[in-house]
């Protein structure tokens, strides 16, 4: 605040002012010339006024230099800013300029006022720095304000002094302004700005403790009170409800306290779902649960208001929270009765509501106001409106039957209106009301989303576990058939040369058959009994090696994008099944784009802690590799996608597919403990999501136990696989190497309990120079070693599913008899599929059906050698 003092010029030095004594001056000097015309002689007239007029013109002269260079100002032009001045000089807020030296230019009455000093005395004025003076606070703001002043930049400083620059004030509050000040002939200034604000901090003071006393006197109220968002954010809670709840006001003040987190039972629902007219306030009263922090409840009687705005919209509620749990539990008056009734109705896990003789709905508990849209909006709420159209009949049937009270209605499994995929049970019963009453029916209903979805994944794996088992057999079958095929075709194939035509139909024969043993493979992929062959691989650098070969398979129509994520963790996994997956994928996505469009492959990493985010049915918590397949095709309804990975399923013409692709992918992706899922709607191209573990490297993984040495043959089909059971096994593998002699010497025991497989099998070792004999089943094999010593055996190469004794079970026997015993399985299924039914620790090579007679002499001759 200001002292009154007496009103003194401001201090101005900015400008110069006329003098008193240059004007005597002048004056004496014409006057003298004058007065020396008349006493001198007549001839030295002419000599004064020459000395005269010289001595004017060269004051002229030093006077136009000096208004050119700012120093001479006429008083015309400063009487320009009169009013602007005196405005400056009247202001309360104090106003001080001081030059670049510190001098000061300028001091209105008001600063001179708070510096205390003798009005119009320049020497009486000290500037901010020396003006105020205190503790630490009070030296740091003045610091960093004489900083900004030096630094030619402005600044604002808010600063307690004790005590007050005037008056007898204990203290006072200043706000304190600098900011450099631009002068003529650029030159530069600074300009303070000194306000008394102490009347403004008081002010507001005694506002914030009035408010600080309202929320006091709330929080010690002898009942809760809550404000909550339509949302459900809660805005605030008394001291009081914070009690009751166990909860500290400093903890709820750092987190986002939801009203769930406080309401039992889905009571929320209740609060969200209140309904008013357009511009009114709604006040319900609600009788529920409260959930304490440690879970226990509390029963409470809710005075719930809400403002709805013009457009119906909820503002934020208020609610007044009584609390019931202190009351008598030992009077059983209508009142307590109706309290309890009322806990249990809306604390119950069914839904219930009462409806109208209409089919209205008249009141809900929390449950059923679940079922209710999320959008509160004003007017009537009816049962048919959460029913979706196709289900309604079967409800109103059911509620017209209960209406009338003329039988036993059933349970209606029906689906909701709104969200896909959500269903509900619903039960009717007659109220029991009089005919007065509007109340007619009471519904319960018990929500059946995640049982329907529940029961959805249980059949669709039952499916595909049977579809793949069934798979797997007819494949294991086939791979037998075919196997003689592929066989006696290459014997028939040495009989004759190159260039006879016989040789080319035998050829033909073998080629039909190995396109017959893809198809096989595919289903063998299915049902998750292929020969995967893992390594770790980098699913970047694969992608990249597989960009011609896509861009081939799906033409010049469709735009190809392969997006690589950066630092992509390894995965294991088999290379050439991954490329057949990619493939498979491109090449449809190609067929839903018959005019063409854009086909985008992304890779990135998935951490665990983001794998739930991706509500993929199957997906393990982990850490994943995620290689995303997106193209802008036309998409594919629900109910094909449901069926999509199923084999033979296909949308194509009749010859332009198998419907085992997708089939092979499915196998693959989960054969490799992965999951996979599609994104697809009609109209809007399809995404096809995979999730492969990472893997991390260790020594070995380019050796697997089981089947990590086998590589393609000479038609394309996979070579023999050494391993065994164990990862220690791994480290006995032979390396394969080029074999140019497929010669040989030695006994091999051959058990096949196909007649045609054993034929030519027998028949190929023995065109090499092997002793073979021949077995019918490993009962039959055993038999044979009676009567040929065991050390004679140098190689056994056995089917694994044979009648009476099968593959794993001869093994065990041979091995008890000759440890060192060499063992080939030969087999339509995958190696995995009879691993888990080996002894820990056994070894043995493995050769998948159907293989040519190469690849079979080639796997005799490595493992002989």
């Known amino acids: 605040m200001l002292k009154e003092s007496p009103a003194g010029p401001p201090i101005d030095r900015s400008q110069r002012h006329g003098s008193p004594v240059l004007l005597l001056l002048v004056t004496l000097v014409v006057v003298g010339s004058v007065l020396s015309l008349a006493v001198l002689d007549e001839r030295h007239h002419a000599t004064v006024l020459t000395l005269f007029l010289a001595g004017f013109a060269a004051l002229g002269v030093l006077a136009a230099f000096l208004y050119a260079v700012g120093i001479l ?93 005037t008056g007898g004030a204990s203290y006072g509050w200043y706000r304190v302004r600098v900011r450099p000040l631009s002068r003529a002939g650029g030159d530069t200034a600074v300009h303070w700005r000194l306000t008394d604000i102490t ?32 949302e459900g954010r809660v805005l605030y809670l008394n001291a009081t409800l914070a009690d009751w709840l166990d909860y500290d006001l400093a903890e709820i003040a750092d987190r986002n306290l939801e009203i769930r987190d406080i ?64 009351e008598a ?32 709905i008249e009141s809900t508990n929390a449950r059923f106001a679940g079922f209710l849209p999320n959008q509160q909006t004003a007017g009537p709420r009816d049962l048919l409106s959460l029913i979706a159209p196709a289900d309604r009949p079967r409800i109103e049937a059911a509620f017209t039957l209960a209406r009338h009270g003329t039988g036993e209605s059933e349970p209606v499994d029906v689906s909701l209106a ?125 992608l990249g090696d597989l960009n011609a070969m896509l861009k081939r398979s799906i033409g010049p129509n469709v735009e190809l994008d392969i997006r690589h994520g950066r630092d992509l963790w390894p995965t294991f996994a088999d290379p050439a099944s991954f490329d057949n997956m990619i493939i498979n994928l491109a090449v449809n996505a190609r067929d839903a784009m018959p005019e063409g469009g854009s086909l985008t492959i992304r890779t990135s990493n998935v951490p665990a802690a983001e ?23 036309s998409g594919m309804s629900p109910e094909v996608r449901r069926k999509i990975f199923e084999p033979f399923f296909t949308t194509k013409e009749v010859g332009r597919g198998t419907g085992l692709g997708l089939s092979s992918v499915y196998g693959f992706v989960t054969q ?78 051959l058990v096949e309990d196909e007649d045609a497989v054993r034929n030519f099998g027998a028949r190929a070792l023995r065109s090499r120079g092997y002793t073979v004999i021949e077995a019918q089943s490993g009962v039959d094999a055993l038999h044979q070693l009676e009567t040929h010593a065991m050390e004679d055996i140098d190689l056994v190469v056995s089917d694994v599913v044979m009648p009476e004794m099968d593959g794993p079970s001869l093994l065990r026997e041979l091995r008890a008899r000759k440890p060192e015993i060499r063992v080939i399985f030969v087999s339509g299924y995958a190696e995995e599929a009879f691993r888990k039914n080996l002894p820990e620790g056994q070894q043995f090579d493995f050769l998948p059906k159907p293989f040519s007679l190469k690849q079979l002499i080639e796997a005799v001759k490595r493992v002989m050698s």
């Open 672 to 749: 490799s403990n992965g999951s996979i899922d599609c994104l697809s709607e009609l109209g809007k191209g399809t995404t096809f999501r995979i999730f492969l573990p990472r893997h991390v490297p260790r020594a070995g993984d380019l050796l697997p136990a089981g089947a990590d040495m086998a590589a393609a043959g000479e038609d394309g089909a996979p070579e023999m696989a050494a391993g065994g059971q164990a990862p220690a096994l791994a480290a006995a593998v032979v390396e394969k190497v080029p074999i140019a002699d497929l010669t040989g010497t030695g006994t091999i025991l």
């Open 199 to 230: 009347r403004d901090r008081e002010k507001h003071e005694n506002e914030f403790q009035e408010l600080q006393q309202a929320i006091s006197y709330l929080d010690s109220a002898p009942a809760g009170f809550f404000s909550a968002r339509p």
């Open 73 to 165: 100002q006429f008083a015309g032009r400063a009487a320009r800013n009169d009013i602007t001045k005196a405005i400056v000089d009247g202001a309360e807020e104090g106003q001080l300029v001081l030059d670049r030296e510190g001098k000061v230019l300028y001091a209105n009455d008001a600063y001179q006022s708070f510096c205390g000093g003798v009005p119009g005395r320049a020497a009486s004025i000290r500037p901010v720095e020396r003006l105020f003076s205190g503790g630490s606070d009070v030296s740091e703001a003045v610091y960093r304000l004489a900083q900004a002043a030096r630094e030619g930049r402005g600044a604002t400083e808010i600063i307690r002094l004790v005590p007050a620059l």
């Open 418 to 542: 709104g969200e896909v995929g959500r269903s509900a049970r619903f039960f009717f019963v007659p109220s029991g009301a009089s005919e007065r009453s509007e109340e007619a029916v009471i519904a319960y209903a018990l929500e059946t989303t995640d049982e329907k979805k529940l029961q959805e994944q249980l059949f669709q794996s039952m499916k595909m576990n049977a579809v793949g088992q069934l798979a797997g057999g007819v494949a294991h079958d086939f791979n037998n058939h075919l196997q003689a095929i592929v066989g006696f075709a290459d014997l028939l194939a040495g009989n004759f040369r190159a260039t006879d035509p016989r040789h080319q139909d035998v050829m033909q024969i073998k080629n039909s058959a190995n396109r017959a043993k893809s198809l096989v493979r595919q289903l063998l992929a299915f049902s998750r009994q292929q020969t995967l062959l893992p390594e770790t691989i980098d699913l970047g650098d694969r």
């Open 611 to 633: 794998t739930d985010s991706y509500n993929v049915e199957g997906l393990k918590r982990g850490d994943y590799v995620l290689v995303d397949v997106t193209d802008s095709g």
């Open 329 to 360: 539990s030992g009077a059983e008056g209508l009142r307590d009765a109706e309290v309890r009734f009322a806990r249990l109705f809306n604390t119950s896990p069914f839904a219930i509501a009462t409806l109208s003789r209409s089919g209205g």
């Open 263 to 326: 309401v039992a039972s889905g009571g929320e629902a209740l609060l969200a779902h209140v309904q008013g007219q357009p511009g009114a306030v709604r006040t319900e009263t609600i009788d529920l649960d409260l959930k304490r922090k440690g879970g226990q409840r509390l029963p409470v009687r809710l005075l719930h208001r809400v403002a709805f705005a013009a457009d119906g919209t909820a503002g934020v509620s208020r609610t007044l929270v009584l609390n019931r749990s202190g």
